[in-house]
């Protein structure tokens, strides 16, 4: 990409065009405003606390998201890097703040989100950060953004389509809440492959550390989808035999060739791993990086 393209394509002008002034435009919180939680989720205790349990997971990551861009800022090499990473830092502190109110809706006390998030925030999950946020700290551009703008994003991409399949009919609040989300994760992920390339062409000599940081937050991933997975299914299972005793339709929702709302939690987690890891391998490709298979979490 020549540069002035690349400065325009990343420019703050291009984001406000893009994001508030228009796909966010008119919304409150991510979504249309009036929209709320479904009655029978917030009357279903089973239901509202493993959706808080969930929506911890998307704080914890958004949060860790934000120390990244945030970091990054200051690491960059180029100022229309330092200009796109402010905006992705504005994305990011958006992210939590939806998620948060998303919390507070399902009704978590303000004062107790802190302790909310530290309490039911995955461990596997808290690792994953940890391993990016020290090439962050350490001021690692290169190794930051791949950790960030494809690893990080890359999984968030496909687990907020994966939610927004399975809400769209029963959750419209949260449905378009994440569609704003993987609108900013789309540009997010684009920016890490535009701008990442030609460093590591530069710099091979920062592959293997880099293929190592991978393979170590890839464990992380796969063990947290296998936790959370392991911890929402009875849920599921729950739902859908009361739903079926009832006469309730959860109606279906294709994603990747699957009907996500019939799939067992065994089939829905192998599918999301798949997804992510094959979007892990186009993407590293990209950039001349080869994905390393994690070791296998027990
Ligand atoms: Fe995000
Ligand atoms: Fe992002």
Not at 4 to 26: A, H, K, N, V
Not at 71 to 80: E, F, I, Q, R
């Amino acid at each position: 990409m020549a540069e002035t393209d690349f400065l325009s394509q990343y420019s703050i002008q291009r984001w406000l065009e893009m994001c508030p002034q228009g796909y966010l435009d008119d919304t409150t919180y991510g979504h249309e405003s009036g929209l709320t939680e479904p009655e029978d989720l917030l009357a279903n205790d089973d239901l509202r606390e493993a959706s808080i349990a969930l929506t911890v997971q998307l704080i914890a990551g958004e949060r860790a998201a934000l120390a990244a861009s945030s970091g990054l800022v200051n690491a960059a090499p180029d100022h229309a890097s330092k200009a796109f990473l402010a905006t992705q830092t504005l994305d990011e502190a958006r992210h939590v703040e939806i998620f948060t109110r998303r919390l507070i809706d399902l009704g978590v006390k303000e004062e107790d989100v802190d302790s909310t998030v530290n309490d039911l925030a995955n461990p596997n999950l808290v690792k994953f950060a940890e391993v990016l946020l020290e090439k962050v700290g350490n001021g690692d551009f290169i190794a930051g953004v791949v950790g960030q703008n494809i690893v990080l994003e890359g999984m968030a991409f496909s687990v907020f389509e994966l939610l927004q399949a399975t809400s769209k009919d029963l959750n419209p609040k949260f449905a378009q809440t994440l569609a704003g989300t993987i609108a900013d994760e789309r540009r997010h992920v684009g920016f890490g492959e535009n701008r990442i390339g030609s460093l590591i062409r530069e710099h091979p000599e920062r592959k293997a550390d880099i293929e190592r940081m991978q393979a170590e937050m890839s464990y992380h991933m796969l063990a947290t989808f296998t936790d959370v997975f392991r911890g929402s299914g009875p849920t599921m299972d729950r739902e859908r035999q009361a739903a079926a005793a009832e006469g309730r339709d959860l109606g279906s929702a294709e994603w990747h060739g699957t009907d996500v709302m019939a799939a067992s939690t065994d089939d829905i987690e192998a599918l999301l791993a798949g997804t992510v890891i094959n979007e892990f391998k186009t993407r590293l490709g990209r950039i001349g990086i080869e994905y390393q298979d994690p070791k296998v979490p027990a």
